[in-house]
């Protein structure tokens, strides 16, 4: 379907480019927004990596599916925007909790719209990277080989990264309920 | 050790396959799409200019050659001074030519977004 878009808009048929705009601006904005963590600074990352894409369409060669070059653009924009802005605000420090998932059971303690509030607030805490990494492999499915194409990492890096993703994800979540807890009770 | 990463796996997944974020606002499609358009037309007449620039480029190189051509003529019996004036303007629009036809070729061949 994507090839049958590509080939009117480069034929000079532009509202056929909605498609592209319909099909992957949800999945690209959740990607930038794991990146740069604010829904404003994403939208404007996902709107220039469309016009980029819509620039370069005549580039795209087909040796890889559309989603998979158009992603690759939007995450090369927000890493831009981030290193542009200096978005990193996370500061790793000397916590050093021991946590696994027996131990963080999350359903039990909160409800549905609470817990995504969580998540997304230990989204947020993360650094960028890594919430990339997490929504890459979690979120949208790809695999390390996939996620090594869309981010230009090596294996090893994209490994790593999800390692200390999760074990700062169990951190911040783990933090973020116990105050809940405390509140609580 | 493996067990132990499908439950990670397993577990990351089903926590954040609820926290997906979709685009939130409305009027995003329709906003981008009139930038594409306006994106295309700048495209389309900045393909018609460099038509242009060629067209003209051309015009000139001609013209120039008629000039050199014909200049020789023109000199004769002119004083010395004025065939130097002559001399300087072609070489004056050779340079102009050559350093056109870089910028001409780096706008056509090497467009940068």
Known sequence: MDELYIRKVLDGDIDAFKYFVHQYKDRAFNLAFSVLKNEFDARDAVQEAYIIAFRKLDKFRGKSKFSTWFFRIVINEALKSSNKYGKEEYIADARTYSVDPGHLEINDVVSRDQQKY???????????????????FYMEEYTIEEIKQLTGWTESKVKVLLHRARKNMYQELNILLSTEKKTLY | ???????????????????????????????????????????????????????????????????????????????????????????????FILLFTEKLFSISFHRKY
């Open chain 1, 118 to 136: 969580f998540i997304d607030k230990a989204m947020k805490n993360i650094p960028s990277n890594e919430a990339l990494a997490l929504t890459l």
């Open chain 2, 1 to 95: 050790m493996e067990n132990n990463n499908n439950n990670h796996d397993s577990y990351f997944r089903e926590l954040l396959s609820g926290s997906r974020r979709d685009m939130p606002f409305s009027d995003f499609e329709d906003e981008l799409m009139s930038e594409i358009r306006r994106e295309y037309e700048k495209n389309s007449s900045f393909i018609k200019n460099i038509k242009l620039s060629w067209l003209f480029f051309f015009l000139g190189m001609i013209s120039g050659m008629i000039l050199v051509i014909i200049t020789p003529g023109l000199a004769e019996g002119s004083s010395d001074v004025q065939v130097n004036f002559i001399y300087a303007g072609i070489i004056f629009i050779c340079l």
